[in-house]
């Protein structure tokens, strides 16, 4: 099964927590802060959303950083993806 997200929707998934801090401390599982940074999976067509004309800006395949409690999180085939609006990604990192 594939995603194909509508509008200015963008499908993102989730890039793996850390299992270590930088100091070398390894965090149990429940510690772990869920990341904010995921790989575009597929992006929506853009358009006309409430009147105004949206260009996607984000490509599929490039990491970007999004609001920490942005979007609706997906099941599908055993994977985990989640499905923002474009405002909801902050940057993308290079």
């Known amino acids: ?13 989730q890039l793996e927590a850390e299992d270590t801090t930088k100091s070398g401390i390894v965090l149990p ?6 990341p904010q940074q995921a790989e575009v ?3 929506g067509p853009g358009g ?22 942005a979007g609706t999180e997906v099941k599908l085939d ?4 989640i499905i ?7 940057a993308v990192v290079k």
């Open 1 to 13: 099964m594939k995603l194909v997200p509508l509008a200015d929707r963008v499908v993102l998934k």
């Open 29 to 34: 599982g429940k510690e772990k802060e869920k």
């Open 41 to 43: 999976i597929a992006v």
């Open 48 to 69: 006309t959303v409430d009147g105004k004309v949206i260009k996607m800006e984000v490509k599929k395949g490039e990491t970007v950083i999004y609001s920490k409690y």
């Open 78 to 81: 055993e994977e985990t993806f």
């Open 84 to 90: 923002v609006k474009q405002s909801d990604i902050l």
